[in-house]
Structure formats: C-alpha cells, structure tokens
C-alpha cells in the first residue's frame, strides 16, 4: 500500500505534466489521483473510521483554501466587470517588455506581503490580460508573478500559508522574518529579472480595448467605486485574520458579501439586464471552476500521503542523512525542503518539519533560530520552481491555461536561479552579520 501509493501519485503527477500530449485536462487527472491513492490508504488495511476522520481533517483545510479562492476570484470578477482594472491599466503607459516586466515584478513582490501570494497572483492575472495581447508573452509574465508572488509572501507573515503556520506557531515573530528574508527574498525576483533584461528585447502589443456593453451604464466613479470596495475587501482578509483568530476564508466571505450588498444597491435602479450580469450572480458564472476542481484533486492527493506517513518519512530521511547540527546540515536540508516544495505541496512538508522539531532556547531551532527563518524562506519560494509547486502557481496556470512543460521549459530554469540566488545572499547575509 505504501508503495503503491506512491507509484500512483507519480502516475497522476505524470498525467497533470502531459495533459496535453494524452489530451486529458489536468483536474480530470487530479481528481482521480486524489480519490484513488485515498481508496488504496483505506483497502490498504486502515481503520475506516480513523481514515474518516483524518480526510475529514484535511477536507476541512482543503476547504478554506477552496472558498478563499473562490471569493478571491469572484471579487476579481466583479472589478474586471465594472472596468475598474482600467483605472490601473490606464496609468502603465510603457509598451516596453523589459520596462512593463519589472513594474508588474515589484508589484506583484510588494502586493503579495500585504495581501497574500495566491491573491495577488489572482489580481496580476487580470492586469496582465489588460496590458499584453500575445499569449506567450502573457505566459512569460505569467511566470514572472508566480516568482514574484511566492518571494513577496515569503518574507511576510501574512504572505504565505506556510509563513503564517511558523508565526502563528511562535516559531518567528515579525521583525526577525522580515529582517532575515527579505534581502533574500528580493535577490530571488532580481535574479530573474536581471536575466530577462539581457535576453528580452522589443514592445508589447495590447489588446484592443473592448467597448463593454454596460460602457453606458458605468459611471467613472461606479468604476472607481467598485475597485476600491474590492481592492479594500483583499487587503481587509488579514486584518479581520489578526482582529479575529478565524481562518481567511472567513475574511474573504465577509469582503465578498459586502460587495455583493454593494454592487447590488449601485444598480438597483438599472435595467434588469444589467443587474443580472453585473451583479455577484452574473459574474460567478464565470468563474474558472475546473481550476478549482485541479486544486481539490491536488490537496486531497497531498493529504492522502501525509496521512499514510510518506511525508512524515521524507523528513525523518533527511534529518537522518543530514547533521542538522550543523549550518551546513541545516542549508541543505532546508534547501531541499524547498525543492520538494515544488513537486510537493510546502504545507505539509513544513507540518512535517514543526512536527519533527521542539523550540530549543541557544540552538538552530530556537524561537527566530536559524533553521525556522530558512524554512520559511526555501519552503515559501520554492515552489515556484513547478507551476504546480505552489498555490499561486496552480492559480496562475488554471486561469492563463499555461501548460506544465511550457513552464518547465521557459520558467523553472529562472525561478531556480532566482531560488539559488536568494540562499546565497541568505548566507552572505548570515556571515557578515556573524563577522
């Protein structure tokens, strides 16, 4: 049972990776890996009730991650509906690729702390498709802001589920996670970037400007309305996650449901026509559901190895073939705890490491020791590495369409630069404020 589920997880990974050579969408495959490997776990000889329990666990994290998106996604929905993006798109003037690189780059870097990675990579997508007409193009940013969105969430406690688990824990506290990572965190998007400068050359066309049907309904300030109750209810989530203790998802909802009370009262005296597709109504059915299906099959997938102990062991092998003793120890085990966090989701890998660990005052794993800060950082921007390594990346491939080999041809070779440069300025920084 414990090696077969392995062999079909990597049957399923295989499929996502080749969805478009075996011509079979990737939530398809994502959701049979999911509910299989769970079958093998349970007619593997497993208490039916205990594994009950324990997917009910994961069903329950699943879940909030789900209903995060799917707010998070609806909201974006109803500010591209009423034009509010244009209010941005409106002040990128540049139609230089290397210049318009570097400005969604460091906003996508700077909106994922205050927001989160996910989200932000969300919002990004619907920039992107304002600004740039040429699909490769658009996938070439694409890539771009799932680097930027993960190096951005990294150095944040809010930023990244996995960052949030370690400072809720007690594991960081603020200023030390920002002081210690963000130098990293910003060498993981400028190594990327600087190599993009040299190798890009030439203009963006944007797409036309699409005159919408509602154009007439839609005051200037309805649209400015509608961005700043809907940018203010994405960056509310943290502050109501702070305020509160409750999960984001909950945060979300209430952001969602207010603009929903909103929009309605904005057009409550337009035609019925209008109503119905600006409204949350109108515009949830646009909402990309098979991307959200692919992430239900991807977790459940995940959880169904963390509860049979695949993960668990993986841990437990590194801390056995690496002196965690040691700063050198410590770096590569970290290290790789990133690189699996591209193939493997970081959350339950880090689940794993809290699990395996106790807070020792005086050594590597002290509150701000050395080894939480770097796990925070590897775990965070690894997974940018696979376009299915994190939640911004699966995101971002769901609604752009970008294909798992396209990534792994055109952008896992800069992520991992950007990932190899952000752990040498971590060291660098390591020895001069040791010196």
Do not use: C
Not at 331 to 338: A, D, E, K, R, S
């Amino acid at each position: 049972m414990y090696t077969l589920m392995i062999a079909l997880f990597m049957l399923g990974y295989a499929a996502i990776a080749f969805e478009h050579s075996i011509k079979i969408d990737k939530a398809a495959s994502a959701l049979i890996t999911g509910v299989v490997l769970w079958a093998v776990y349970i007619l593997g000889g497993t208490d039916v009730n205990e594994a009950e329990i324990h997917l009910l666990e994961h069903f329950g994290e699943i879940a909030s991650i789900l209903f995060f998106l799917l707010g998070a996604m609806t909201i974006v929905e109803v500010i591209d509906a009423h034009q509010g993006f244009s209010v941005i798109t409106e002040r990128i003037k540049t139609d230089k690729i290397v210049v318009l690189m570097w400005t969604l780059g460091i906003l996508t870097f700077f909106m994922s702390a205050v927001l989160d990675n996910l989200t932000t990579a969300i919002v990004m997508v619907s920039l992107m498709r304002k600004l740039i007409k040429d699909q490769q193009i658009r996938w070439l940013f694409g890539g771009i802001v799932i680097i930027a969105a993960n190096a951005g969430g990294a150095w944040s406690p809010i930023g990244d589920v996995t960052t949030t688990m370690l400072w809720i824990g007690g594991y960081v506290s603020t200023v030390n996670l920002v002081s210690s990572i963000f130098l990293p965190a910003v060498a993981v998007l400028l190594a990327p970037l600087v190599y993009l400068t040299f190798t890009l050359k030439g203009q963006i066309d944007r797409p036309e400007t699409a005159v919408s049907e509602h154009e007439s309904v839609l005051s200037k300030s309805e649209k400015s309305m509608v961005l700043a109750f809907g940018l203010g209810g994405l960056l509310f989530v943290p502050v109501f996650k702070t305020l509160t203790h409750l999960p984001p998802f909950m945060g979300m909802m209430l952001s969602l449901g207010v603009l929903w009370v909103v929009t309605d009262l904005l057009h409550r005296k337009k035609a019925a026509s209008d109503r119905s597709s600006l409204g949350i109504l109108g515009v949830i059915r646009r909402i990309d559901t098979p991307s959200v299906l692919f992430f239900l099959g991807i977790l459940l997938a995940v959880a169904s190895l963390q509860t049979a102990g695949q993960l668990k062991d993986l841990a437990s092998g590194l801390d056995a073939s690496f002196d965690t003793g040691t700063e050198l120890g410590i770096y590569l085990v970290g290290g790789i705890i990133g690189l699996l966090s591209a193939i493997i989701d970081n959350v339950p890998l880090v689940a794993a490491a809290m699990g395996m660990y106790d807070m020792v005052p005086g050594t590597f794993f002290s509150q701000d020791g050395f080894f939480w800060e770097y796990l925070a950082f590897t775990a965070g921007t690894g997974g940018s590495i696979l376009i299915i390594g994190s939640a911004a990346g699966v995101a971002v491939m769901g609604l752009e369409k970008i294909p798992f080999g396209w990534y792994l041809k055109k952008i896992s070779f800069l992520a991992l630069l950007g990932y190899l440069a952000g752990i040498g300025v971590y060291a660098l920084q390591g020895l001069l404020a040791g010196g």
